[in-house]
């Protein structure tokens, strides 16, 4: 069975202060990794998808790495407006199942 | 223009009530979701229709029953509401059934009276 686990479960940074989310998995084989934002009282948003290790997405402030058994979630300099629940998920390994998803990631950038 | 698209955004009622919530994407994919995110934020899957097929039937209520009159709908009928179903209901839609990343719309919250 499918296992995603985020950390830290919440993290608050200054604004313009770099940091890293992560989302480790056990698979049984590495099919892909997205990436979501979700902001209260929205549904998750899409933001990446990653489909082979070393594979790298960049989008304004955010950056997501892949390796074999975690991604990162790279945020430079955050303003405010980053604020939000970070979730990551995994797709299955056949159209039978759905996508596992971590717990997310609260994060909160303060002025 | 909103890609997916639930109704209604609040749904509050009693215990035992018969509620109905609808869901519509305008993305042109084949496959739809209902997941409930529980007050600690986790989603959780409980049906999938790939072409209107039922492919994800996870491990819920027999009160929960979806419904998908074609490839751009999917509702969720649920019986004798009780406590426990109160939650968050979040639709989703994709292109295909596995690796391609889901859409979701912003989410129906039940409270049960």
């Known amino acids: 069975e499918d296992q995603v686990t985020q950390s830290p479960e919440a993290l608050r940074l200054q604004e313009g202060e770099s940091s890293s989310l992560n989302c480790s998995y056990t698979?049984?084989?590495?099919?892909?990794l997205f990436w979501y934002r979700q902001d209260p009282g929205k549904g998750p948003e899409f933001l990446f998808t990653?489909?082979?290790a070393g594979e790298e997405k960049e989008k304004e402030r955010l950056k997501a790495t892949l390796t074999k058994k975690e991604s990162f979630l790279h945020i430079t300099a955050p303003k405010p407006e980053d604020s939000a629940t970070y979730l990551c998920a995994v797709p299955p390994d056949t159209g039978r199942r759905a996508l596992t998803f971590g717990s997310g990631t609260r994060l909160q950038v303060q002025p | 223009d909103t890609a997916v698209s639930q109704t209604p955004k609040y749904l509050v009622t009693q215990m035992g009530n018969d509620k109905s919530i609808k869901c519509e994407q305008n993305?042109?994919?084949?496959?739809m979701y209902w997941y409930k995110q529980d007050s600690k934020k986790f989603l959780k899957i409980m049906f999938s229709y790939n072409n209107k097929e039922l492919i994800i039937n996870e491990t819920v209520p027999n009160r929960f029953s979806p419904k998908s009159p074609d490839k751009a709908h999917l509702n969720l009928h649920i019986n004798s509401l009780e406590l426990g179903d109160s939650a968050v209901y979040f639709c989703?839609?994709?292109?295909?059934?596995?690796?391609?990343?889901?859409?979701f719309g912003d989410g129906t919250r039940l409270s049960i009276l």
């Open positions: 990653l489909y082979s």
């Open positions: 989703a839609s994709s292109r295909g059934t596995s690796n391609q990343p889901q859409h």
């Open positions: 993305l042109g994919h084949d496959t």
């Open positions: 698979v049984s084989g590495l099919r892909g």
